[in-house]
RNA sequence: CGGGGCGUGGCGCAGCUUGGUAGCGCGGGUGCUUUGGGAGCACUAGGUCGCAGGUUCGAAUCCUGUCGCCCCGACCA
């Protein structure tokens, strides 16, 4: 392709719309112009990366039998109400966008498409004979973000590669969520990008075994906690670690202490000498149901701990199968009190506290939660349920009994490791580039989807589901491969293998050198770019690097001696003076190498 | 939604405090010069100052309302 044909329009200025370092570059570079917030068309130059990104995760697709299907992306409310997911993606802070059609009919468009794809193996999968079967897609799908942000990092419409496999029982489906991961693995490694695979937590798709695969960057939108030895890494969502030890309190009976205005941890401790690990943090929220009326929840962690959200919202899931899907859980204000409920001491709460008195007709008992953490301290010392007090020494047993224990905790950075608490945890953020889930038979009971497995029976499909954001992998290569002269892409997914820059279009030598370069290396089936702007070479150089093409052919002053120059951007074997014959053998060369 | 900020030629911004009818850089066009790291000079085109109302002889500027966008939190590929 020739550049003075390619509607390359380069800014000189970082967009004021970008913050991160691959946003602005993709703006100034040319590949990408927003239309709305999270809404991006994608430039011919950033098309033919996505089709190059496409083209590998296609190869390993099929490697491991996936069949590439197109599903509909207009889906009926009605089968999101069958899985019981539409008032999930829709209420609240749901993030499927949704619409009325002219039969009064109600639709989604598709954030996902669990449904479609389990309606459809409902329909063809009959017999165990016809397992296992994956299917996938290569396709844009909408999410109505709560925040777009970072350009393709979180759009609202976006490019997404995703999996569904079906089996007839569950180790099959294990040996295909290995064949995926494998898959991915080579995916990302071929694509050029350094990713780790992480434990996740499968959140509203729902499901058991789940893991990310995350490009490891600074401006990576979550955080990543893993052991040095790589035997466990994991989003912080998900990890599990061990605490720091308690200080043991010395205490024989549960006494009152005077605590005026002492309402935080630090508070109390700094005024009395106690150690954080020797506290009891209790924190009183709603959980707001799309069935169920709201109900109150009460955590109990140690002192030093932080709430992991992630890990109560399953917690409360789970421990209220009747409730619909959860909408949102916040901690609890005077505002959802009933009637004279200001009584309640925000502050000084402590493990005993009585239902609290919500508003709304039936209400369920307080859920009672403990974490670990807390639930192993002997004596502790927790909020007195009265203003301006604390308990000293009290026990679980005496004060109360021990609420429900369950793992809340979020994992911190220099945290011992379960697997060797030699090991500690160390922090890395990452972007979140693909993600894989054994779902077991969540989506088949729902819809429906039986086989008749070897013994004549009818039992639901065991399924898998695959993701990978193919626009945010492209973005997410451009943060991790940049410098402060532009993109340098890895060469598999570049949009152009190599660019012939004309030093000086006036000089008829460069000129037919050029031309008959780029001819032959066109033949030779390498993607290449031919920058015949009448600009001058500065300008022709400052884009080539900007717009990041891992090899540049230089066509200049030596041509009349038949030399050129090749620049390796991507690489790091600098710029060379060759003869023409050398320099195209490098650059037909390249066509033998891997990735 | 809560908190913070910004809306002025295509892009990046100044002007607003202290009202007097719009400017700078980049980009676009034409010409001459220049020609290996975002050239110089000259000329030129291009703006309902987000929108609506108000105050005023007069509003980009002050007031009210409204819309949009960006950033920080809850979401995820």
Redesign the pocket.
């Known amino acids: 392709m020739r550049v003075s044909r390619l509607m390359l329009?380069?800014?000189?200025?970082?967009?004021?719309?970008?913050?991160?370092t691959s946003?602005k570059l993709l703006l100034?570079?040319g590949y990408m112009r927003?239309l709305?917030?999270?809404i991006f068309a994608y430039l011919p130059l950033l098309f033919r990366v996505l089709q190059k990104i496409s083209a590998i995760v296609r190869e390993e697709m099929a490697s491991v039998d996936a069949l590439e299907t197109l599903l509909p992306q207009l889906q009926p409310a009605d089968l999101w109400r069958r899985s019981g997911r539409w008032d999930g993606y829709t209420a609240g802070?749901g993030?499927m966008f949704h619409l009325i059609d002219r039969q009064d009919r109600a639709l989604g468009l598709g954030?996902?498409h669990e449904e479609v794809v389990t309606e459809l193996a409902a329909d063809l999968l009959r017999s165990y004979r016809q397992l296992p079967v994956c299917l996938y897609q290569i396709q844009t799908?909408f999410?109505d973000?709560?925040?777009?942000?970072?350009?393709?990092?979180?759009?609202?419409e976006?490019?997404?590669k995703?999996a569904y496999s079906f089996h007839a029982d569950e180790a099959c489906l294990r040996r295909t969520y290995a064949a995926m991961d494998g898959a991915y693995r080579r995916i990302f490694a071929r694509c050029g990008l350094r990713a780790v695979a992480v434990e996740?937590?499968?959140?509203?798709?729902g499901g058991s075994a789940s893991q990310?695969?995350m490009v490891t960057a600074e401006a990576g939108?979550?955080l990543i906690l893993a052991s040095p030895d790589g035997c466990y890494a994991a989003?912080q969502?998900r990890a599990v670690s061990l605490p720091a030890p308690a200080l043991p309190l010395e205490a024989d009976a549960a006494r009152s202490l005077a605590t005026p205005a002492q309402k935080s941890i630090e508070e109390l401790c700094a005024a009395h000498g106690f150690h954080p690990t020797q506290t009891l943090k209790v924190l009183l929220l709603v959980a707001r149901f799309a069935v169920a009326a709201p109900r109150a929840v009460l955590v109990s962690l140690r002192g030093d701990q932080q709430l992991n959200?992630?890990k109560l919202?399953n917690a409360v899931t789970t421990l209220s199968p009747e409730a619909g899907a959860l909408l949102?859980i916040t901690p609890l204000g005077a505002e959802h009190l009933a009637g004279d409920g200001l009584a309640v001491p925000f502050g000084y709460l402590g493990p005993h506290l009585e239902d609290p008195p919500l508003g709304g007709a039936e209400r369920l008992p307080m859920l009672r939660l403990a974490d670990s953490s807390a639930a192993e301290l002997g004596a502790f010392v927790c909020g007195a349920n009265r203003p301006d007090e604390h308990l000293v020494g009290a026990r679980w047993g005496e004060l109360c009994p021990l609420p429900q224990v369950v793992d809340l905790r979020a994992a911190q950075p220099g945290d011992r490791c379960l697997h060797d608490p030699t090991q500690r945890l160390e922090a890395a953020r990452g972007i979140?580039?693909?993600?894989i889930?054994q779902l077991g038979r969540k989506y088949s009971e729902a819809l429906e989807a039986r086989f008749t497995n070897e013994a004549g029976s009818e039992e639901p499909l065991w399924m898998g589901c695959y993701?990978?954001?193919?626009?945010?992998?492209a973005q997410a290569a451009v943060e991790q491969h940049h410098d402060a002269?532009?993109i340098r892409w890895p060469v598999a997914i570049a949009p152009y293998t190599v660019i012939i820059v004309i030093?000086?279009?006036?000089?008829p030598v460069?000129v037919g050198l050029a031309e008959r370069l780029y001819g032959q290396l066109l033949q030779a089936g390498i993607d290449t770019l031919l920058d015949d702007r009448?600009?001058?070479?500065?300008?022709?150089?400052?884009?080539?690097?900007?717009i990041g093409i891992p090899w540049?052919l230089?066509?200049?002053?030596?041509?009349a001696e038949g030399r050129?120059?090749l620049?390796d951007r991507s690489g790091d074997s600098g710029?060379q003076?060759l003869t023409v014959e050398a320099a195209l053998d490098a650059l037909l060369g390249l066509q033998g190498e891997g990735p």
């Open positions: 329009v380069t800014l000189r200025d970082d967009p004021a719309e970008a913050e991160i946003h100034r570079a927003r709305a917030p999270g802070e993030i954030p996902t799908k999410r973000e709560i925040r777009p942000r970072f350009g393709l990092m979180r759009g609202r976006f490019i997404m995703d996740a937590d499968s959140g509203a798709i990310e695969f939108e979550d989003n969502e959200d992630v919202a949102e979140e580039v693909g993600h889930f993701g990978i954001g193919v626009s945010r992998l002269d532009g030093a000086s279009s006036q000089d460069q009448p600009e001058r070479a500065g300008v022709k150089f400052k884009d080539a690097d900007l540049r230089v066509v200049g002053r030596a041509a050129v120059e620049v710029k003076e």
